[in-house]
């Protein structure tokens, strides 16, 4: 039997003929330049990186179609061209031999996303799985792909609620994971309903911080005491000026500068971000010189931004709505105490909504938000901030 090996843009895709059908398969976990694949020789080129695995990849699709097409001969029938190609997908991952149950599952979905998805995503991940294991064991049951029904969906919430006092969104969190983890394994043939499509995620609207341009300037002129806290501060105002993620301002090289242009590809979603370099970025720019900080902890971050702007002196009373144990109430700190590493791409976003004349699509191809309805509630504008926007407005209108 001939497996043959093409390119599709950035993919690569095996083709083969079986029962006199052609079956087009999409080849997983590689992907493929303009140059570094060889359609002669159906196999990467050995200048390309990662061109030894990626080749063993295209051998193991090779012999497992080849494997599979020999034993349908101890087959009752012939597989259909779908059933054959998932018991290639079968005998690719290796499904039918390592995962049993759903705990056994769970260590495949990690060890295949890694990927796929961003660190930060992947943490978010590994943080759920924890939970659903910690469930496992207050139940005292090991779970199999069969037990996933609205009765123990009903369990997991109260033990979210009541055992783990989670607040709305957080479980939220933790539904949104269970579900695509869940769907995964329906894709992969692991569970035969979709009852888990029901499983609502309870969320509450809550509110937030951002720091107002004012604010950005007190951060920038304080004074510090030591070089990490230096750091941290300049980190903190790049994402402020540029509403890049943390895991993508803290992270940033040199030549991600051009032309008065900041260009990145963000770790989250893959896709290219170009924001025009500010004033202030350019300051920082200069200071650093020919190299650019990185600072790689997230938690140790939070810590000492907020210790940066208690010394700024943001420290006004705030008080916000909270969900606490899946209950709404005020929460009152000094604003300093609110200020976390996301807090830079929220007050980017607030700001040049409020404050500007830039067009909300424009901000919105920075942030990421595909409607903006998902951008209003992101910024998560409070009830004094139309009185503010129409001040402004006036003021405007009456300056000409």
């Not at 061209?81 to 690719?92: G, H, P, R, S």
């Not at 056994?104 to 295949?112: R, T």
């Not at 055992?163 to 969190?173: L, P, Q, Y």
């Amino acid at each position: 039997m001939n497996v043959n090996f093409r390119q599709e843009g950035r993919y690569i895709r095996c083709s083969f003929q079986y029962n006199k059908q052609r079956i087009t398969m999409l080849v997983q976990n590689v992907s493929v330049t303009d140059v570094n694949f060889s359609k002669a020789k159906s196999r990467f080129k050995s200048s390309a990186t990662n061109s030894s695995e990626y080749n063993k990849v295209l051998d193991k699709y090779t012999n497992a179609i080849r494997k599979i097409n020999a034993s349908i001969m101890g087959f009752d029938h012939a597989p259909s061209k779908d059933e054959f190609k998932q018991l290639v997908n079968k005998e690719i991952n290796g499904t039918d031999y390592k995962v049993k149950n759903f705990r056994s599952f769970l260590d495949y979905f990690i060890d295949n996303s890694k990927n796929k998805i961003s660190p930060s995503t992947l943490r978010q991940y590994k943080s759920s799985i924890k939970t659903f294991i910690e469930f496992e064991n207050h139940i005292g049951l090991e779970l199999q792909f069969s037990s996933f029904n609205m009765e123990l969906y009903d369990s997991l919430i109260d033990y979210y609620y009541n055992v783990r006092k989670n607040a709305n969104n957080t479980i939220g969190n933790r539904i949104k994971h269970l579900k695509a983890i869940l769907n995964y394994a329906y894709k992969r043939d692991y569970i035969k309903n979709r009852l888990f499509d029901s499983y609502a995620k309870p969320s509450s609207q809550t509110d937030d911080i951002y720091l107002t341009f004012d604010e950005y300037k007190d951060i920038e002129s304080v004074e510090l005491d030591n070089k990490s806290d230096d750091i941290v501060r300049d980190l903190f105002l790049v994402g402020c000026e540029s509403g890049l993620r943390f895991e993508d301002y803290s992270n940033l090289r040199r030549d991600n500068f051009k032309d008065d242009l900041l260009t990145v590809i963000t770790l989250k979603t893959k896709q290219k971000v170009t924001v025009p370099v500010s004033p202030t970025l350019k300051r920082i720019l200069k200071k650093y010189g020919s190299s650019f900080p990185t600072f790689k902890r997230n938690s140790l971050f939070n810590i000492k931004i907020k210790e940066v702007c208690k010394k700024a002196g943001i420290d006004t009373k705030t008080t916000l709505k909270k969900d606490v144990n899946g209950t709404m109430v005020d929460v009152s700190k000094p604003k300093y105490e609110w200020v976390s590493t996301h807090t830079a791409r929220r007050s980017f976003a607030t700001n040049y909504y409020m404050e500007t004349d830039a067009q909300i699509y424009d901000i919105m191809s920075i942030t990421g938000h595909k409607t903006e309805k998902q951008f209003l509630n992101y910024i998560k504008k409070n009830r004094k901030e139309p009185i503010k926007s129409l001040v402004l407005a006036i003021n405007k209108r009456f300056k000409k």
